[in-house]
DNA sequence: TCAAATCTTGAGCGTTCATTCAACCATATC
DNA sequence: GATATGGTTGAATGAACGCTCAAGATTTGA
């Protein structure tokens, strides 16, 4: 009955998942070491021993985050729906609904990062760049597959991280005001610019 | 030749100053109370003498930003152009202008802000809200301004949200990739929009 | 079975944190 | 010139910070 795994791989993970937790809740530097090993039932060595520092236990929380993208946040869109435009509007109401329930009280994890400490750990804001670019990329799939529905004309790229503002800017007021009002407005729009794009296209493919 | 104001005025403003500064380049948690004082050449006394605390600190703070609202961010728009929609656009270049020098380094103060306190510390979260509603206040008012250039169907008040989510999401990735590209790219496509929507009217207009 | 390697323990390090307060100074009022 | 008021001084506070390390426990490999 020997564990599977050496003892470090489960120590590892209560660290990471206190420290992501933490770090989600209550920011960066609002959280203590102490707190993070108190939830994690670990001894400052322990820590110490898997992440050089503070800093670098953020850059493996990010890491993770990069890893857990798919299976937690795109693969449930993709089971939702198949439709590539239909699956943008499922990923920014799969948002909606999971911080609805808290009153928008904690934010998107990797946006409230990126604000914190973008400038002052050089290191850490590569790992954010690669969260937001690893998002956008489902995103650019999804139109590209839309193929001729929506106007050649269109920057797919710059609609993909439109897409991505939407959700982080709209996520921001929406913790500003606890509501969900700006955030559904500004969804809302999206939705009505898409569908401008849609007729569009589809105007065009009649005519020729 | 005596100080035509009480010495605590001076000194209220250097403290202000020193720490609107400091909360934009660092944030709050990573501004200690000791930067604050030597940058404005304060002792802890004066400081504690004019607020309670770093708290009491970052709410005047955030009721100055609302003060200088109009003067600093909104005066030069209109300024710049008399044109409503104009105005929405030459906003949010303002923004880019002022934000590429530093590479996108310090972002939005509000915004920042908005992120980092609006769980942990209630009495803020208002006066953020505050500001942002202010800022969308007057992207309304030339929303408004605009008549039926723009559809009558349009939610108006959704759009003005939608400029703000434009503005902080844009800026957000701005800082992640130290790059304009997405900013750009967010701003292009609400220009886009916004042109569809102006077209749209026009027809209806000449129609009927 | 034993030595080497790995991981855990937890008291305690030096530093920095936000804040306090008794004493001191400058001006205004009478 | 005495008194009151408002502002300033800056050393000192206890608590919390991120982190260390010698010692012990456990696992690994031969």
Redesign the pocket.
């Known amino acids: 009955m ?2 599977p795994v ?3 791989t ?2 590892r993970s209560r660290i990471l998942d206190a420290a992501a937790r933490l770090f989600h809740e209550q920011g960066f ?1 609002a ?5 993070i090993l108190r939830e994690a039932g ?9 992440y ?4 670098a236990l953020l850059a493996a929380v990010l890491e993770r985050y990069t890893q857990l993208l798919h299976p937690v946040v795109m693969a449930p869109v993709e089971a939702a729906t198949a439709d590539p435009i239909d699956r943008i509007f499922a990923l920014l109401k799969q948002y909606r609904d999971w911080f609805l329930p808290l009153e928008f009280r904690l934010g998107c994890p990797i946006g409230n990062l990126a604000l914190e400490v973008a400038d002052s750990h050089p290191e850490i804001r590569p790992l954010i760049q690669q969260n937001f670019d690893g998002w956008c990329g489902y995103v650019k799939k999804w139109l590209a597959e839309a193929g001729d529905r929506l106007p050649a004309s269109l920057d797919r790229d710059a609609l993909a991280a439109t897409v991505l503002t939407v959700m982080e800017g709209g996520l921001m007021q929406a913790r500003s005001s606890r509501s969900a009002v700006a955030y559904d407005a500004s969804v809302a729009q999206l939705r009505s610019y898409i569908d401008l794009l849609l007729a569009r296209a589809s105007g065009e493919r009649s005519r020729g």
Chains 1, 2 share one sequence.
């Not at 959280?31 to 707190?35: A, D, L, N, R």
């Not at 050089?52 to 800093?55: C, I, N």
């Open positions: 020997a564990p050496p003892s470090s489960d120590t530097n959280t203590g070491v102490s707190t670990v001894n400052p060595g322990s820590l110490y021993n898997l050089p520092s503070k800093d």
